[in-house]
Structures are given as structure tokens and as C-alpha cells.
């Protein structure tokens, strides 16, 4: 089975920065989208930011100017740059990819989306 496995969340000052990271591992044949979204408590989990296997970005308004998403050389990871971050960015950032698995006879299985199982960021002084 697929795992995301996130790393680099943490305590940061208001202004400060932090670089998330995230790793899938499996049997895996592509990875069409890897993205990030966030939830605070008592309220539902929203997008942050997607990345297509193309290169294609979409972020949402709340973050566009000051994060930025990319993938990394092995294409099974994918980074979250935070900068000029606010005490409203705080909230648990959990990894999302939507992944084709091969299966015993190495071919393509359907698409499915996975998730990891979050990093805490707080923005606080």
C-alpha cells in the first residue's frame, strides 16, 4: 500500500518560513497530482496547493504570493515553501496524492488518492 510520510512542520514567528516535505512510497507506476491541504480544529480541511505531474500549480487565494509548490527531482516527493507566514496559517498540513499502483502483473491499476498523516505548523510569537 501507498504511504506519504510528511516532514518539516514546526514553530515559527509571525514573518518567518518553513519548508514542507513529503515522500510517497510503493508500488507505484505514476503520480498524477501531489498537493497539501490544512484543517484547524473545528473546521473542515481545505487546499492549500496541487501540483500536476506536468507542472501545472494551483494555490488557494489565501496563500497565492507566498507559498510555493514543487517537485523534487524523484518525482515521488513534493515540497510546500511557506514564507511571510501568518498565525492564521497555523493548522495541521497533511499530504495528498492521487496515484496509479501497479499491480502483480505490473499494470496500471485504477487512480486513487491518498493521504498522509499531517505535520503541525504554528505561527506564533
Known amino acids: 500500500q501507498v504511504q506519504l510520510v510528511e516532514s518539516g512542520g514546526g514553530l515559527v514567528q509571525p514573518g518567518g518560513s518553513l519548508r514542507l516535505s513529503c515522500a510517497a512510497s510503493?508500488?507505484?507506476?505514476?503520480?498524477?497530482?501531489m498537493g497539501w491541504y490544512r484543517q484547524t480544529p473545528g473546521k473542515q480541511r481545505e487546499l492549500v496547493a496541487t501540483?500536476?505531474?506536468?507542472?501545472?500549480?494551483n494555490y488557494a487565494d489565501s496563500v497565492k504570493g507566498r507559498f510555493t509548490i514543487s517537485r523534487g527531482n524523484a518525482k515521488n516527493t513534493v515540497y510546500l515553501q511557506m514564507n511571510s507566514l501568518k498565525p492564521e496559517d497555523t493548522a495541521v498540513y497533511y499530504c495528498?496524492?492521487?496515484?496509479?499502483?501497479?499491480?502483480?502483473?505490473?499494470?496500471?491499476?485504477?487512480?486513487?488518492?491518498?493521504w498522509g498523516r499531517g505535520t503541525q505548523v504554528t505561527v506564533s510569537s
Open positions: 510503493g508500488r507505484i507506476f505514476s503520480i498524477n497530482v
Open positions: 501540483i500536476t505531474s506536468g507542472g501545472s500549480t
Open positions: 495528498n496524492a492521487r496515484i496509479i499502483l501497479l499491480g502483480e502483473s505490473f499494470e496500471p491499476r485504477d487512480e486513487s488518492t491518498y
